[in-house]
């Protein structure tokens, strides 16, 4: 009923910069909070940031000054600018979403394939 599909991921070198974005689609009335995690090899999932419905944001204390994210509500989109990156940063990037599906008054959590991130020194 609901995809999460990212997008933006690869290759960069040490110090560079991407831009990861994550588009919803399928039967959604409405999307409450969005974010992006990450899990590196042989680690737990954790997040990275995440942004309300309103716009409020909150960061991990490792990409603070250096990560921004952002959405754009009519098209259902979050978006993840990723610069200065570091070695540090490689993993692969979740997103995720708290919706409304229509139809339904139970709001659930739907979680994007992945996307890798690899960061060379």
């Known amino acids: 009923q609901v995809q999460l599909v990212e997008s933006g991921g690869g290759l960069v070198q040490d110090g560079g910069s991407l831009r990861l974005s994550c588009a919803a689609s399928?039967?959604?009335?409405?999307?409450?909070?969005m974010g992006w995690y990450r899990q590196a090899p042989g680690k737990q999932r954790e997040l990275v940031a995440a942004?309300?419905?309103?716009?409020?944001?909150n960061y991990a204390d490792s990409v603070l000054g250096r990560f921004t994210i952002s959405r754009d509500n009519a098209k259902n989109t979050v978006y993840l600018q990723m610069n200065s990156l570091k070695a540090e940063d490689t993993a692969v990037y979740y997103c995720?979403?708290?919706?409304?599906?229509?139809?339904?008054?139970?709001?659930?959590?739907?979680w994007g394939q992945g996307t890798q991130v690899t960061v060379s020194s």
């Open positions: 995720n979403a708290a919706l409304y599906v229509t139809g339904r008054l139970t709001e659930y959590t739907y």
């Open positions: 942004i309300t419905s309103g716009g409020t944001t």
């Open positions: 399928g039967r959604i009335f409405s999307i409450n909070g």
